[in-house]
């Protein structure tokens, strides 16, 4: 823990002018960003008696080892700089809304040739019309389903849609009628086009005249005695009267804004929005956040507005935004809201009406959203604790492990050698952190001397941004990179957790042995009858099997082999699909799929002569040569073997060729179910 006063900037150092600052801790980890109208005063808040100071802040200037700054001219530039660090940097003491779900959003690719209405989650695209979020994927779909009657937009993926157009049959949708089928040219590029628009037009909310539209047509229609064409317009008209009802109307005048609300406690706060486009509610969502400081209800609302509409540009960002108070300095925010949009934005507090009623619904939500949260946290935050207690009173560490690292290897038969490092801090995942090694220093089958390889070469490269960032030198600490950030390997476990049982535990714990390292803590967890091993310890630790930290342990281990094999299957996978053109110099990736594209397999390609190979477009007569010459030398490989289904893939599957993984070290998120285990480690 660092006493504050040990890196207080001297008086009259700090600046008294609008900038943002960063706080970071012993090894150059940013762990805060604020901005401030007046960089001194605020600053100094920090550095007064640390019983007058919010719990929380009190932790973060304690944890915190340097603070530094920069100047802006504007309150709006300090705001958008503010912004782009936490982003960046996404520091651990900051006010960071956590999505209590991964909202579903209606999109429409208007960047496509033909449009197409799906689902989307996620970050959003360049050239895509979202509508949302919405509270579940099915009441999107049962929103485009009853539209696609009146709208009949693609909704297919590109593989349908092509295979439609290479057959000449469309999909089953394009026979019932709720799709124009433009894969087949029923209609044209631009008609289709023209649809996707009106679809646009009625989620956006203007959805009288379409209604007007039709109603008149069913009129026309019966007048002219085509009573067919008028029933069937007449369904159309239910059909988007339908639609319309699933968001009531709640606001005049086909109102566009969003609807904030706080509520909050003394550690935690709950945001609710509510989206209200063209009068009707179109979307909820909610956050959940830890308070760092003491800050006020006007600047949880700050936070949420950057969280908001930090992406966000154009008609994304309402006309008007209601919230339960104003930031501090609203002139700033509301120009950055208007930067953002192109135009105008009216941030206020609504004060009487509908608007003031809506209000408070949303309030009531996000009362309920902290609730709930309490409740759901309450117990994680317990049981996590009990089980990093459990596992330090086990293994006898100072102190909890806060930052757990475990590492896992993968083979198969000893072949595509690989392994995996997870990280978990406070008890969770820590996916951002995770990384995968090649083996590099032999071949063959050795899991002991592979794990030794492994925790080498990551507490070599932790020794090395030490070293980097100065900690061992005197006077100021130096940077890992330009821009102040510290690289992947700077941070230190508190406990090391092995997949194996005593050979790997001893192999981890040698390896950190000669580096010289003795403040990590090393123990492995063996598949069988889940055993804690220790090193220099001839029996293991055997924690109950009701136990919290023998729980967290296996959580661990057994994300760090799905890891794993997740990496090495990729490997095994790409060494199956590898084309005999990777071995030819000089040919890069375009002019390979240039050649696969043009003769249709590796198999042509080599039949061949080198006049037609000539044929195709960059590949001039000596690398013409180079490739006959090459793709002759090498033996036709034996067909590769899907092992999920058991098919034979011959050299028509070769398609586009792959390039082998590139770096020894990437950070990867994770995502895949568990593995089977079989002769894969």
Known sequence: MADPSSYRPKPGQIPDSPGVYKFRDEHRRVIYVGKAKSLRQRLASYFQDLANLHPRTRTMVTTAASVEWTVVSTEVEALQLEY???????????????????????????????????????????????????????????????????????????????????????????????????????????????????????????????????????????????????????????????????????????????????????????????????????????????????????DLVEHALQQLYGEETGDSVPKEVLVPALPDLVEPVQEWLAERRGSNVSLRIPQRGDKKALMETVQRNALQSLALHKTK???????????????????????????????????????????????????????????????????????????????????????????????????????????????????????????????????????????????????????RLEEVWLPDEGDPVVLPRTSEGLYLLQRVRDEAHRFAITYQRTKRAKRFRASPLDDVPGLGETRKQALIKHFGSVKKLRSATIDQIREVPGIGRKTAETIAVALAQAAPAAPAVNTATGEIMGDEEDGEPETTAGSSEEPVTAGASDERRGQER
């Open 377 to 527: 946290r309450a117990s994680d935050l317990t049981t996590r604790s009990r089980a990093l207690e459990e596992i330090a009173e086990a293994l006898d560490l100072d102190s909890a492990p806060l930052r757990i690292e475990c590492y896992d290897i993968s083979h198969l038969q000893g072949d595509d050698v690989v392994a995996s490092m997870v990280v978990f801090e406070d008890g969770l995942q820590r996916k951002s952190e995770y990384r995968r090694f090649q083996i590099k220093g032999f071949e063959g089958q050795d899991d002991v001397r592979s794990m030794r390889e492994v925790i080498t070469r990551r507490f070599r490269r932790y020794l090395a941004e030490k070293e980097k960032t100065g900690e061992w030198a005197d006077g100021e600490s130096g940077l890992t990179e330009e821009d102040g950030r510290p690289k992947r390997f700077a941070y230190p476990p508190q406990l090391v957790v092995v997949d194996g049982g005593q050979p790997q535990v001893a192999a981890a714990k040698k390896a950190l042995d000669e580096l010289g390292i003795d403040d990590i803590a090393v123990c492995g967890l063996a598949k």
């Open 84 to 298: 782009s660090w936490i982003k960046e940097f996404d520091p651990r003491f900051n006010v960071k809304y956590r999505d209590d779900k991964s909202y579903p959003y209606l999109a429409v690719t208007m960047n496509e040739e033909f449009p197409r209405v799906q689902v989307m989650r996620g970050q959003k695209r360049k050239g895509v019309r979202y509508f949302g979020p919405y509270g579940h994927a099915w009441a999107i779909r049962d929103t485009v389903d009853l539209l696609l009657r009146v709208f009949p937009v693609r909704t297919c993926s590109a593989g349908v849609f092509k295979n439609a157009a290479r057959t000449g049959r469309p999909c089953l949708l394009g026979y019932i009628g709720k799709c124009s089928a433009p894969c087949v040219e029923r209609v044209s590029a631009e008609e289709h086009r023209d649809l996707a628009e009106e679809f646009c037009d009625f989620m956006a909310g203007r959805t009288g005249t379409y209604i007007r539209r039709l109603e008149k047509q069913m009129t026309d229609a019966a007048e002219e005695m085509e009573y067919e064409r008028a029933a069937r317009l007449r369904d159309d008209i239910e059909a988007l009267k339908k639609a319309m009802e699933k968001s009531a109307v709640v606001l005049a005048d086909a109102t566009d804004a969003d609807l904030i609300a706080v509520s909050e406690d003394e550690l935690e706060a709950a945001v609710q929005i509510f989206h209200v486009r063209g009068g009707r509610v179109r979307g909820q969502r909610g956050w959940v956040t830890d308070k760092v400081e003491a800050v006020t209800t006007g």
